[in-house]
């Protein structure tokens, strides 16, 4: 079945094409059209309305929304989830763990790969563990109470029960060396966070294939004038990918302005970060078994006000990139799809291109979602 998505405003890395169409078919995009081309004939139309056309957002920070956390203990929590990201334009999501007990981390997963099976929403692109192998002094708005070394064993009994694409750890805590290469191996991206870590370890970390900061410049080692520390790893190591929370809360807009200035835009990795009260009004919330408190937008611990994740979501986060950043959008889009698809290994994701799989958000001019779709379906 053959769909005709025209009268849009194409955007995607490098390109930016009013008046352009694009002809969908057996969920795959079969070819893109400038304005003024000849349009082919199709089962099915859709006018765009001149409306902005991108490639469906990959988030690969997400704790929850919409009422539920990934390690809930309830089966629908996963599908309510993605039903919620998916009206944020978000096409493949990797939901996010928290610190806790492996038994407990085991069921959330046995939760994701049910629905990774048979998705209603959004997909699936693997599991985050952030945590549990993170610093004590930087555990933030993890619970202090279930963390542990680092641990591939534990790891790959996981991935053995649904796929992790990341894991998010302190570089600098023992055994986390070799437990990067370990990771490495197995094709699961490393990512350094919740550290006190030096310059000097990351660039140990790095040898062994450390290439990602998780939420950039949040609980890792600031940058100081004689120890550069996480943060300005971030900034020398062109190679390096770093996730951003572009909620003007977890990262000021001048050190938004700065990223986009000096951090090679093909290494920024738009997050949402999201918890549980993602799409809900302010009020009392809680993130891995720890109370918070959710007020103008920002979720913070009840017990001493840290940010507890955000209540972001991924259209939004691009706005303020775009607004912060003077980018040019087909520059900018690299940065809520196309650089995730590349840093994860996700094939055919993250751009509007003749046989890419046609995972695509429509957007107005305010970047609220008016239609995505997935597969080569509207699902709104």
């Not at 641990?151 to 570089?171: C, F, G, K, Q």
Request: proline share 4%.
């Amino acid at each position: 079945m053959s769909l005709l998505l025209k009268n849009l405003r194409l955007i995607s890395p490098g390109l930016d094409l009013p008046g352009a169409a694009v002809l969908l078919e057996a969920g795959h995009i079969k070819k893109v059209f400038a304005a003024g081309q000849q349009l082919p004939s199709a089962a099915h139309e859709f006018d765009g309305e001149g409306q902005m056309l991108m490639p469906g957002f990959i988030d690969i920070h997400c704790h929850g929304g919409m009422g539920y956390e990934a390690t809930s203990e309830q089966p629908q929590a996963i599908r309510s989830i993605c039903e919620g990201k998916i009206r944020d334009g978000v096409t493949s999501l990797c939901p996010t763990t928290l610190t806790l007990p492996e038994e407990k981390l085991a069921e959330s997963l046995r939760h994701i790969e049910a629905y990774r099976r048979a998705p209603s929403a959004c997909k699936i692109a693997g599991t985050h563990l952030e945590g549990p192998y993170i610093n004590p002094e930087c555990a933030g708005a993890q619970n202090p109470a279930y963390l542990r070394q680092a641990d591939i064993d534990e790891v790959l009994r996981l991935h053995a029960i649904s796929p992790v694409s990341m894991v998010t750890y302190a570089v600098e805590m023992p055994g986390s060396l070799e437990f990067t290469a370990s990771l490495r191996q197995a094709g699961i991206m490393p990512s350094c966070g919740h550290s006190n870590a030096t310059y000097a370890q990351f660039k140990e970390g790095m040898q062994k294939g450390l290439k990602c900061l998780t939420h950039f410049c949040n609980q890792m080692t600031k940058l100081h004038h004689r120890e550069i520390g996480l943060v300005g790893a971030g900034f020398c190591e062109d190679e390096v990918a770093i996730e951003i929370i572009c909620d003007k809360i977890h990262l000021c807009p001048d050190m938004v302005k700065m990223i986009f200035k000096f951090k090679p835009i093909d290494k920024i990795l738009l997050i949402s970060d999201a918890m549980e009260a993602t799409g809900l009004p302010d009020g009392d919330y809680q993130l891995g078994g720890l109370a918070v408190v959710v007020s103008d937008g920002a979720a913070r611990l009840a017990s001493n006000g840290a940010l507890a994740g955000s209540t972001l979501k991924m259209n939004i986060a691009l706005k303020n990139a775009y607004e912060l950043s003077g980018k040019a959008l087909s520059e900018l889009v690299q940065t809520s799809s196309w650089n995730q698809a590349r840093e994860l290994g996700l094939e055919k994701l993250g751009k509007i291109e003749a046989g890419y799989i046609a995972d695509l958000v429509l957007l107005d001019d305010d970047f609220q979602v008016k239609q995505v779709f997935l597969d080569g379906v509207a699902k709104l």
